[in-house]
T-cell receptor
Framework: GQNIDQPTEMTATEGAIVQINCTYQTSGFNGLFWYQQHAGEAPTFLSY????GLEEKGRFSSFLSRSKGYSYLLLKELQMKDSASYLC????????????FGAGTRLAVHP | EAGVAQSPRYKIIEKRQSVAFWCNPI?????LYWYQQILGQGPKLLIQFQNNGVVDDSQLPKDRFSAERLKGVDSTLKIQPAKLEDSAVYLC??????????????FGAGSRLTVL
């Protein structure tokens, strides 16, 4: 199987920090992506991790531990516009690369 | 750079009718994907093309869904006959297959299907 688990919903306050976790089955792992999806819109690419460690990109950072099958997306200095779904997606290899998405975490940022 | 184009944006049909969706990927992107996203869920991969060949269609309900990518560029996804549970957004995405940016998917705006 290629189960990807992430919390269904989270809430946070404007200006705060929030961490969205993602766990996955490690067999065939070839990289992990985070996408942002605003309601009624298409997903947009946020980050990509293939090696262990933290990748920082402005207010957003993504962490990966391949041995634990674990990643998180860290959002700092939250803004109202960060209210969206955050999709964890794992690239599985097996002759070709196949990107499988988790169900997404719906984040609500309130004043 | 032009994005991934999809049409129609919205379609309402009755069950047992047929529908077709069209996708034009980013120029030069060899890999094209069709995902189905049901409300409140993550995108589910239906079919993946590499140029004009299918590399994965394991989740495509082949008794009613079909897809093609003639000449390795545009693609169409067809549903015939539609069922109520096919109500979803159909997302087309494309990516490079090698080099920097490989496997980074760019999505189109999606085609929202409602089956009554």
């Amino acid at each position: 199987g290629q189960n990807i688990d992430q919390p269904t919903e989270m809430t946070a306050t404007e200006g705060a920090i929030v961490q969205i976790n993602c766990t996955y089955q490690t067999s065939g792992f070839n990289g992990l992506f985070w996408y942002q999806q605003h309601a009624g819109e298409a997903p947009t690419f946020l980050s990509y991790n293939v090696l262990d460690g933290l990748e920082e990109k402005g207010r957003f950072s993504s962490f990966l531990s391949r041995s634990k099958g674990y990643s998180y997306l860290l959002l700092k200095e939250l803004q109202m516009k960060d209210s969206a779904s955050y999709l964890c997606a794992v690239l599985f290899s097996g002759g070709y690369n196949k990107l499988i998405f988790g169900a997404g975490t719906r984040l609500a940022v309130h004043p | 750079e032009a994005g991934v184009a999809q049409s129609p944006r919205y379609k309402i049909i009755e069950k047992r009718q047929s529908v077709a969706f069209w996708c034009n990927p980013i120029s030069g992107h060899a890999t094209l994907y069709w995902y189905q996203q049901i409300l409140g869920q993550g995108p589910k991969l239906l079919i993946q093309f590499q140029n004009n060949g299918v590399v994965d269609d394991s989740q495509l309900p082949k008794d009613r869904f079909s897809a093609e990518r003639l000449k390795g560029v545009d693609s169409t996804l067809k549903i015939q006959p539609a069922k109520l549970e096919d109500s979803a957004v159909y997302l087309c995405a494309s990516s490079l297959s090698a080099g920097a940016g490989a496997n980074v998917l760019t999505f189109g705006a999606g085609s929202r299907l409602t089956v009554l």
